[in-house]
């Protein structure tokens, strides 16, 4: 059975971190493409960031770069995210989402609230 299970979320204050983590089970993780997508209310899902399959290559949206980074360790199947420097306007549901050729995988997503 594949699982995405993603952890991590909660409330922050801006200018403060988190790191999200996105568990994979059930498929072969090291073969997948893996990003992380977020959904603001009254918004349609973009995408935050992708990693390679060996973590070697790295994109992001735009205005992320230097404020988010994501990694993953194929050894215990889980990609992450770290945010830093949060801002109200990150605030959403984040989403992990696995991609091999045309199979898509998606999780359940953690919400992230960044207020004072």
């Known amino acids: 059975q594949v699982q995405l299970v993603e952890s991590g979320g909660g409330l922050v204050q801006p200018g403060g971190s988190l790191r999200l983590s996105c568990a994979a089970s059930?498929?072969?993780?090291?073969?997948?493409?893996m990003s992380w997508y977020r959904q603001a209310p009254g918004k349609e899902r973009e995408l935050v960031a992708t990693?390679?399959?060996?973590?070697?290559?790295?994109n992001y949206e735009d205005s992320l770069k230097g404020r988010f980074t994501i990694s993953r360790d194929n050894a215990k199947n889980t990609v992450y995210l770290q945010m830093n420097s949060l801002k109200p306007e990150d605030t959403a549901v984040y989403y992990c989402?696995?991609?091999?050729?045309?199979?898509?995988?998606w999780g359940q997503g953690t919400q992230v609230t960044v207020s004072s």
């Open positions: 990693i390679s399959t060996r973590g070697t290559i790295t």
């Open positions: 059930g498929f072969s993780f090291s073969r997948y493409v």
């Open positions: 989402n696995a991609r091999f050729t045309q199979t898509y995988y």
